[in-house]
């Protein structure tokens, strides 16, 4: 038995919520980080594509472990990854830039009306994923909502019966689900 973790002296760089981003779960983030890499080269094959593709798709799910644990989206993760994919994206379809530079910012648009009618309810995380989700996606960020949406909904509704009342009240991390979005469409596009 560790005495210094039963006395709550453990140091501040890894306790929950302080310094790491992830503490604790470093394992499980990185098992999924590789399982959707590795479904992004299966789907894709080994090329340009499929690289972007894993780095979305790990971005994704990093981003959900770390809103799930601290209800946060870092701009030190999701704005650099976004200019990353976007570029990327934009290289290997040059054909399709309106398309991707559109998407990004029309994404991100969709998320921030309901930001500004009521800040509360949509945090500027939201946002920036949804743009996140417009660069890695293009067109199909559409289904990417539709999908999240639905999804959180439907845990919405859960919570409703399950809770009652009590779950007006409750905060629902956004990002897992809008990542969910993210994932199918990605796959299915």
Known sequence: MDIARDTGSEPRSHAPGRGDLL???????AAGVCLVAALCFLRFGFGGEA???ALF???LVVL???DIERRIVPNKIVLPATGVILVSQLLLNPDRWLEFVLATLGAGLF?????????????????KLAMLLG???GASVVLAFVVGLVAGFVAAVFLLVTRG????????????FLALGGLVALFLS
């Open 111 to 127: 998320l921030f009306v309901p930001r500004l009618l009521y800040p509360a309810g949509m945090g500027l995380g939201d946002v």
């Open 57 to 59: 798709a790990g971005v």
């Open 51 to 53: 690289l972007v593709s």
């Open 23 to 29: 503490a604790g779960r470093e394992g499980w983030v």
């Open 64 to 66: 959900t472990a770390i």
């Open 165 to 176: 009342s009590a779950a007006r009240k409750m905060a629902i991390p956004f990002v897992p």
């Open 135 to 137: 660069a890695g996606l």
